[in-house]
């Protein structure tokens, strides 16, 4: 994207990056720290039901805070507000039970190209409170940090302070 929306470590929806593009960062990240006779430690997430958890309202602050505006903003909030959705259950040997149709203000609608693209806007500033002390590999809601440190203590400290931080982060955009 041309206003620098997605962070560098995204590997998706940038040109000329993509799964393999990740694990080759992943990979390398490994082997500078063997051969700088270091350790490394990664905590691999996946972001369970993360396209369900994205709440409209600080979707659409962040979607401001990187210049989003006008007409697209307008249309975005739009597409959000107001969403309905109901559960179809469908038995072999019964008749279909459909729940009712209810607002939600959490999620962002899948199966279209835009759902992993608010994803990813909403996460995007997910590496940057990290960063000084670990690297992030990003795709859609797979989540790798590595930690490295030259010293045992230091990376047990260095965990912490990660975890700490990504604690808040996850309480703070929940």
């Known amino acids: 994207m041309s206003n620098n929306i997605l962070v560098n ?3 998706g929806f940038h040109d000329n990056v993509s799964t393999d593009s990740a694990i ?3 990979i390398e990240s490994i082997f500078n720290a ?3 006779k270091g350790y490394i430690t990664g905590l691999l997430c996946d972001l369970t039901k993360a396209v369900d958890s994205v709440s ?3 979707l659409i602050l962040k979607l401001e805070f990187y210049g989003v505006k006008g007409y697209i ?3 975005l909030k739009s597409y959000l507000h107001n969403r309905k959705q109901r559960v179809v259950l469908q038995f072999v040997s019964s008749p279909n039970l459909l729940l009712d149709w209810e607002i939600f203000r959490h999620g962002v609608p899948q199966g279209f190209v835009l759902g992993p693209l608010l994803l990813n806007m909403y996460i995007s500033d997910f590496p940057c409170i990290i960063n000084k002390i670990s690297h992030t590999i990003l795709f859609a809601d797979d989540t790798n940090i590595l930690v490295s440190s030259s010293d045992l203590n230091e990376l047990n400290s ?3 302070s990660v975890h700490c931080c990504i604690s808040k982060w996850f309480q703070n955009n929940q």
């Open 9 to 11: 470590e995204q590997f």
């Open 34 to 36: 063997y051969n700088n």
């Open 56 to 58: 409209h309202e600080l």
């Open 73 to 75: 903003l307008n249309w």
């Open 158 to 160: 260095k965990l912490h």
């Open 24 to 26: 080759f960062k992943l």
